[in-house]
């Protein structure tokens, strides 16, 4: 999703041909064209939606913060900043913005490859994975959890379902 993201952000902006937009309403337009483009050819908005956070991914704000707070605020975070606001007025919905796609705008504002920007989320969660561990070696709960669901596991039959397959032989 982050590398995604980035690159639909990329690819909007390098349609631009009088420059970027000053102000946000300008952005606003420009997101506006874009999500049109995106539902008219019945295609995703890499980094909308959550499938956990439907009021808003905690993310997000923390990491716009950042990027504000350390000068780095570029095109591609104020394009996909529009996107959280104007989206609903096409899409009838409002989903939030979510973490891997800020991650992708922020990555390419950062001048980062798009090719690599997966690699980036993926050293990522590497990084949380291993704080996991961490946690795990100091205070192990796996046996545990695996205990509590082998006690409580219940099994349920399977439901008979409809064969779309022509029954009869060919």
């Given amino acids: 999703m982050t590398e995604d993201c980035g690159r639909f952000l990329h690819d909007a902006l390098s349609t631009l ?3 970027h937009p000053t102000d ?15 539902r008219e050819a019945r295609e995703l908005i890499p980094g909308l939606g959550h499938h956990v956070h439907k009021q808003g991914d905690p993310r997000t704000p923390r990491l ?5 707070e350390e000068g780095l605020f570029g095109t591609h975070l104020s394009l996909f900043a529009a ?13 939030p913005l979510n973490g ?19 690699a980036f989320a993926l050293l990522a969660r590497t990084a949380g994975l291993i704080g996991q561990l961490a946690e795990e070696i100091r205070n192990p ?16 039959p399977p439901q008979p379902h409809d064969d779309p397959r022509p029954t009869g032989h060919a």
Avoid: K, M, Y
């Avoid at 716009?64 to 504000?68: E, N, P, S, V, Y």
């Avoid at 996107?83 to 989903?95: E, F, K, M």
């Avoid at 992708?104 to 001048?111: H, K, R």
């Avoid at 709960?141 to 349920?156: E, F, H, M, T």
């Fill in 83 to 95: 996107i959280g606001r104007v989206h609903p007025q096409v899409l009838d919905s409002t989903l």
């Fill in 64 to 68: 716009f913060q950042l990027a504000t």
């Fill in 100 to 118: 891997a796609g800020v991650c992708g705008a922020a990555l390419a504002d950062l001048g980062l490859p798009l090719d690599l920007l997966r």
């Fill in 24 to 38: 946000e309403a300008g952005w606003d337009e420009l997101a506006l064209a874009t999500v049109r483009s995106r």
């Fill in 17 to 19: 041909e009088n420059g």
């Fill in 141 to 156: 709960v796996a046996n545990d959890i695996l205990l509590s669901v082998d006690l409580n596991n219940r099994p349920v």
